[in-house]
Each structure stands twice: as structure tokens, then as C-alpha cells.
């Protein structure tokens, strides 16, 4: 098993409350029927939640998040090249507007 799956399976058991919060949401088709995997690796980096059907990438973003600006930015760029679509939500978007980003979610796959 190389080291990028390794640390996305320890990622899977170390997610954080808003990530669980949103995993619970998506997990087993609950969002439309749509199929969510958490931490997956693309490429060089690991993402939070992809939907492969609809080429939709999630990202719960922390507080590091305002210190790395730059680095989402790569991120984000690599993953558009590659045919992704990123959405970012704060963890305050998912904890106090969960309703609000599962709709952002679907509208995003056309649901």
C-alpha cells in the first residue's frame, strides 16, 4: 500500500466533527441517491469528499485554511485541470448551515 493511501485511510479515522457531520449526510446515497467517498487521493493530494459521477470535489475547510491561501489555490488549480470541481465550505457552514451546503451540493450535480 503506498504512503498516500496510508494516510488517507488514518485520514478517514481522524475526520473532523464538521467533516463527520457532512459525511453522515452524504454517505450510502443519502443526498439524492449520489455516491460521496471520503479521502480519497488525486493525484498529489488527498480530498475530503468526491462524488466521481458528477467529477465534484468537497473540501471542509478549517482555520489553517485562511493561513494557506496559496496552497488551496495549487490545489484547487490542479484538481479544475484535472476535471474536477472544487466546492470549499468553512466548518461554520457545515455545522450552523448544514441544509444549506447539502443544497449547494446537490445544485452543484444537477439535483
Not at 452524504?26 to 443526498?31: P, S
Not at 489553517?64 to 470549499?88: C, E, K, M, P
Not at 455545522?95 to 451540493?105: A, H, K, S, T, Y
Amino acid at each position: 500500500m503506498s504512503i498516500q493511501l496510508q494516510r488517507a485511510k488514518a485520514l478517514r479515522s481522524e475526520m473532523t466533527p464538521p467533516e463527520a457531520r457532512l459525511w453522515r449526510r452524504l454517505r450510502a446515497h443519502r443526498l439524492y441517491g449520489l455516491k460521496f467517498k471520503r479521502q480519497v487521493p488525486l493525484g498529489p493530494y488527498i480530498v475530503d469528499f468526491l462524488c466521481e459521477e458528477h467529477g465534484l470535489v468537497i473540501e471542509v475547510d478549517g482555520d489553517t485554511h485562511a493561513r494557506q491561501v496559496a496552497y488551496d489555490r495549487r490545489r484547487d488549480a490542479f484538481l479544475n485541470a484535472s476535471g474536477y470541481y472544487v466546492l470549499r465550505f468553512a466548518n461554520t457552514d457545515v455545522v450552523q448551515n448544514l441544509d444549506g451546503v447539502l443544497f449547494r451540493i446537490a445544485e452543484a450535480c444537477g439535483k
